[in-house]
């Protein structure tokens, strides 16, 4: 059993990684910005805090004292060159502070490769909106690979992501390449169940890897 502390926990994925978490036995944290808006989260293992993801000093009050970080938050109402540096600057400075030296984090399946050194985002007609989306993942890549931290992203296909879908456990993760086959849709649960594997199992290290079915 860890003690788990989830950043973002409201959202889609958040909600499953919590749900995940507590399941499997760990105490889970779960960190959101206005627990009034989230009533139904807090649990016989989970505890519901407020917190803001891009606050160093928020971050390391959250993380304290725990054994794993998860990064699941993302905001629409922020540019995404801003919030997702900006995140992942203050989760490396909170974290430190905190003590906490493992971080995963969801990623985005744009960012994997359909050919060596050729990312899908980068490929001839790529969305112009998606693509400001997905370099503002790459910006909080590359705030995590300048720093100390023992970290992961798992990135999911580049396909529709199913938030009402059950998990069916057979997914698998790993390599950084767009998967050459898959269903035209993957479940959030099994996005959860890969993140909490990855918290409780370290199994990538300072790297990007693909999840899929």
Known sequence: MSGIVVFGAGGRAGRRVVATAA????????????????????GERVRVVAGDV???????QAAAGHDVAVQVAARLDVPAREFFPAAARALVDGLARAGVSRLVALGIG???EVAPGMR????????ADARAFSLGHAAELEVFEGSALDWVV????PVFLDADAPGTGRYRVGGTRVPVEGDAAFSY????GAIVDEAERPAHHRVQVAVFG
């Open 189 to 192: 649960a099994d996005v959860a």
């Open 120 to 127: 899908l985002v980068d490929t001839p007609g790529f969305p």
């Open 110 to 112: 744009s960012l994997l």
């Open 23 to 42: 399941r499997r036995g760990h105490e889970v944290t779960a960190v959101v910005r206005d627990p009034g808006r989230h009533p139904d989260l807090a």
């Open 154 to 157: 798992i990135a999911p296909p």
């Open 54 to 60: 891009t606050d160093a000093d928020s971050v390391a």
